[in-house]
């Protein structure tokens, strides 16, 4: 969901830049996970949230409420249960539903699977598991379908890799 690298004031706060800045998930007493870079990971509950403003947004946790506890795990990862994630229309997907889904040509030539999700400031990216780790924006120019029931991304011809 987010990452962040920096406290936020002195009272426990952190910065978090956000994956996507559409989520509307975030509000007081969400369960979430942080995770630190060493693997380290703390379920808690969110008891303060300020200050969203595009792809940024200001959290603070049961689990670490005070600057020094905080800066001690920094940084960190934090993810939210996909079950405190709202409904979606028939016609949309959560980015984080792509991931292990089978990348294949419209020859049906198997070309990778989907790893990861991440994003350029300008569109969502598919990170994939070749052994380049290539990333492929997830715009309609690049991507032909998407099969959920099959778990299948159909990509158009425009690289190969």
């Given at each position: 969901m987010g990452r962040?690298?920096?406290?936020?004031?002195?009272?426990?706060?952190?910065?978090?830049?956000?994956v996507n800045e559409h989520t509307t998930i975030w509000k007081?007493?969400?369960p979430v996970k942080l995770m630190t870079d060493s693997g380290q990971e703390f379920l808690t509950d969110l008891i303060d949230v300020k200050g969203k403003v595009q792809k940024k947004i200001i959290l603070k946790t049961s689990s670490h409420p005070t600057l020094e506890s905080i800066k001690s795990i920094l940084p960190i990862q934090i993810w939210a249960n996909r079950s405190s994630f709202p409904p979606l229309a028939s016609n949309e997907i959560y980015l984080q539903d792509l991931v292990g889904m089978e990348v294949t040509d419209l020859d049906g030539k198997v070309r990778a699977r989907v790893k990861g999700i991440t994003e350029n400031h300008v569109q969502s990216l598919l990170i994939l598991d070749d052994n380049e780790?290539?990333?492929?924006?997830?715009?309609?120019?690049w991507i032909h379908s998407v099969d959920t029931e099959l778990g299948k991304i159909v990509i158009n011809p425009f690289m190969d890799f």
């Amino acid at each position: 969901m987010g990452r962040s690298v920096a406290p936020h004031g002195l009272e426990g706060c952190f910065l978090v830049e956000l994956v996507n800045e559409h989520t509307t998930i975030w509000k007081k007493n969400l369960p979430v996970k942080l995770m630190t870079d060493s693997g380290q990971e703390f379920l808690t509950d969110l008891i303060d949230v300020k200050g969203k403003v595009q792809k940024k947004i200001i959290l603070k946790t049961s689990s670490h409420p005070t600057l020094e506890s905080i800066k001690s795990i920094l940084p960190i990862q934090i993810w939210a249960n996909r079950s405190s994630f709202p409904p979606l229309a028939s016609n949309e997907i959560y980015l984080q539903d792509l991931v292990g889904m089978e990348v294949t040509d419209l020859d049906g030539k198997v070309r990778a699977r989907v790893k990861g999700i991440t994003e350029n400031h300008v569109q969502s990216l598919l990170i994939l598991d070749d052994n380049e780790e290539t990333m492929i924006p997830y715009v309609p120019a690049w991507i032909h379908s998407v099969d959920t029931e099959l778990g299948k991304i159909v990509i158009n011809p425009f690289m190969d890799f």
